[in-house]
């Protein structure tokens, strides 16, 4: 394997802002955001919408997306003129 040339692969924790869950793992992201850990140890923070607690797939419940933003902006972007 050559040097210097693959991304740091270290442990991070994935923080679900829809359902509040954490959990460690390890991946290639960084964050500028930490937090201290069960083991007392400090690992950076990378927010996600959906997980495997929250994804209505794994949970059987409807999950309400807000795209409302999204269907506006692209109405406004390809509108005709």
Do not use: C
Request: glycine letters at 4%.
């Amino acid at each position: 394997m050559k040097k210097d040339i693959h991304p740091d692969y270290k442990e991070v924790v994935f923080f679900d802002t829809s359902s509040e869950y954490k959990f460690l793992t390890k991946s290639t992201m960084t964050s500028d955001e930490t937090i201290k850990w069960e083991d007392g140890n400090e690992y950076p923070l990378i927010k996600i919408e959906v997980s495997s607690a929250s994804h209505p797939f794994f949970t059987g419940k409807k999950l309400f997306v807000d795209t409302a933003g999204r269907v506006e902006k692209f109405n406004k972007r390809y509108k005709k003129k």
